[in-house]
Every structure is written in C-alpha cells, then in structure tokens.
Nanobody, 126 residues
Framework: QVQVVESGGGLVQAGGSLRLSCTAP????????MAWYRQAPGKEREGVSC????????SYADSVKGRFTISRDNAKNTLYLQMNSLKPEDTAMYFC???????????????????WGQGTQVTVSS
C-alpha cells in the first residue's frame, strides 16, 4: 500500500524558515513528478511548487517565488520544500502529492495527482 508522509511543519515567526519533507514508502519515487500544495481554512487547495522526476522541471506559484525552493533526493526517496521569509499568509496545511512522470514536465493542477499525503501544518505568526 502506498503512503505519502509529510513532516517538518510547525509554528514559526514571520521572517523565519522551515523545511518540509515528504517520503512515499511503497512508491517508485524516481518515476514520479512531485508537488507541494497548501490549503488554508475556508480556501481552496492551491499548488505551491512542483518538480519533475529528474529535477529538470520546477514550477512555483507566484506567491512563493524567490522564497520557497523545491528539491528532491531520489536516492533517499525524499521530497523537500525549503521555505524562507515566511509570511502569515503562508499559514496552511501543506500536502505532498505524486503522479507518474509526464514528458511535458511537472504540473500544479490539483487533479493531475493521484497520491496524496495527510498534510503537515505550517503556522506563521506575525
């Protein structure tokens, strides 16, 4: 059974940093495009960043460009999201998602992903 497991969330002051991690035991990690999404209370789930299976393609939401960096280590079957200069509006549940890789590169379309984690909470205080 495939599991997607996020970790690294927490409470941080505005301007601080956090690094999220995601593993997927049971999933052939190095064949999957991966993505981070977030959902704040009362809001729709939004794509934050994605990375292709070979790290050649990456994409970021405009709201996080220049502050967040996505990366992966296929040898460790782990996806990362380094979040710097955090703002209160970054507060949300952050989810990791996986899909078999596409030739066109990774996507931030929610419906394109078929494996999802339970999420890790990120709270940024002002």
């Amino acid at each position: 059974q495939v599991q997607v497991v996020e970790s690294g969330g927490g409470l941080v002051q505005a301007g601080g940093s956090l690094r999220l991690s995601c593993t997927a035991p049971g999933l052939r990690f190095d064949t999957r495009d991966m993505a981070w999404y977030r959902q704040a209370p009362g809001k729709e789930r939004e794509g934050v960043s994605c990375i292709s299976w070979d790290s050649r393609s990456r994409s970021y939401a405009d709201s996080v460009k220049g502050r967040f960096t996505i990366s992966r280590d296929n040898a460790k079957n782990t996806l990362y999201l380094q979040m710097n200069s955090l703002k209160p509006e970054d507060t949300a549940m952050y989810f990791c998602a996986a899909v078999f890789h596409r030739e066109s590169g990774c996507t931030l379309v929610v419906g394109d992903y078929d494996y999802w984690g339970q999420g890790t909470q990120v709270t940024v205080s002002s």
